[in-house]
């Protein structure tokens, strides 16, 4: 594994964008790319999620970042992240898709699977593990690099540290785990679950969740012959 790429890693913003500049301006090494976890739009408020998305790619268009690859949330209009990948070649919506930079392989799925709030995009475990098996199976046909995968999702892992609730109990999706053990993974990405920010392991995949960008947690990922993922917060 030999070309290195450099991420920052948000999620959960909920319209709280403020951080976005600030975390940016304080990078000093180079980075390829932001990965964003979804859930731009405010919590069940009735606001268009490309508004946000438009916000945001307003602040990151003013540093050095060239590409924003983007699975929806859970309280997203999936459709206006759709809308916003045709309308900004910085935006990349990988929500049952696949994307390659920098010899990396992402391949995505937003939303979360089913929860007892009736959020915006919720879909069963099996049909995520369909979808993603889909994204994957395209992938190999088409001989892209299985080697080099970073899986991207809005809900978390089950039984983890990054799906751990409030509660006590695991709330992540059973499907992103199978995916991550068949698949392996270099760094399996995802947000959604606020409490239960962290770095974890599933074999070797790395699991990262970074924390609620609302209140200013974002990580930071290098990955070239190993993984170096950190977490991190401004104020």
């Given at each position: 594994?030999?070309?290195?790429?450099?991420?920052?890693?948000?999620?959960?913003?909920?319209?709280?964008?403020?951080?976005?500049?600030?975390?940016?301006?304080?990078?000093?090494?180079?980075?390829?790319?932001?990965?964003?976890?979804?859930?731009?739009?405010?919590?069940?408020?009735?606001?268009?999620?490309?508004?946000?998305?438009?916000?945001f790619l307003s602040y990151v268009s003013s540093f050095k970042v060239t590409k924003?690859?983007?699975?929806?949330?859970?309280?997203?209009?999936?459709?206006?992240?759709?809308?916003?990948?045709?309308?900004?070649?910085?935006?990349?919506?990988?929500?049952?898709?696949?994307?390659?930079?920098?010899?990396?392989?992402?391949?995505?799925?937003?939303?979360?699977?089913?929860?007892?709030?009736?959020?915006?995009?919720?879909?069963?475990d099996e049909i995520i593990e369909q979808k993603l098996e889909a994204s994957l199976q395209r992938a190999k046909n088409l001989n892209k690099n299985l080697n080099k995968l970073i899986l991207v999702t809005h809900t978390p892992p089950y039984n983890t540290k990054c799906d751990l609730a409030y509660n006590g109990q695991h709330i992540g999706s059973t499907a992103v785990?199978?995916?991550?053990?068949?698949?392996k993974p270099i760094v399996a990405i995802s947000g959604h679950v606020h409490e239960s920010r962290c770095i974890d392991k599933i074999e070797e995949t790395v699991i990262v969740n970074p924390g609620p960008l609302s209140r200013g947690f974002y990580a930071m990922i290098k990955i070239n012959d190993n993984v170096k993922a950190e977490l991190k917060q401004v104020y």
């Amino acid at each position: 594994m030999s070309n290195t790429i450099s991420l920052i890693i948000f999620s959960d913003a909920h319209g709280k964008l403020e951080y976005v500049k600030k975390i940016l301006s304080s990078v000093k090494e180079n980075v390829d790319a932001i990965v964003f976890c979804g859930d731009i739009a405010p919590y069940r408020q009735h606001i268009s999620t490309l508004q946000y998305i438009t916000m945001f790619l307003s602040y990151v268009s003013s540093f050095k970042v060239t590409k924003v690859i983007a699975v929806p949330g859970n309280v997203d209009y999936l459709e206006h992240y759709i809308e916003a990948s045709k309308k900004s070649d910085m935006f990349i919506n990988i929500h049952e898709n696949i994307y390659v930079y920098k010899e990396y392989l992402f391949a995505g799925f937003g939303g979360s699977n089913i929860t007892p709030f009736n959020t915006i995009l919720e879909t069963p475990d099996e049909i995520i593990e369909q979808k993603l098996e889909a994204s994957l199976q395209r992938a190999k046909n088409l001989n892209k690099n299985l080697n080099k995968l970073i899986l991207v999702t809005h809900t978390p892992p089950y039984n983890t540290k990054c799906d751990l609730a409030y509660n006590g109990q695991h709330i992540g999706s059973t499907a992103v785990r199978k995916i991550i053990e068949k698949y392996k993974p270099i760094v399996a990405i995802s947000g959604h679950v606020h409490e239960s920010r962290c770095i974890d392991k599933i074999e070797e995949t790395v699991i990262v969740n970074p924390g609620p960008l609302s209140r200013g947690f974002y990580a930071m990922i290098k990955i070239n012959d190993n993984v170096k993922a950190e977490l991190k917060q401004v104020y």
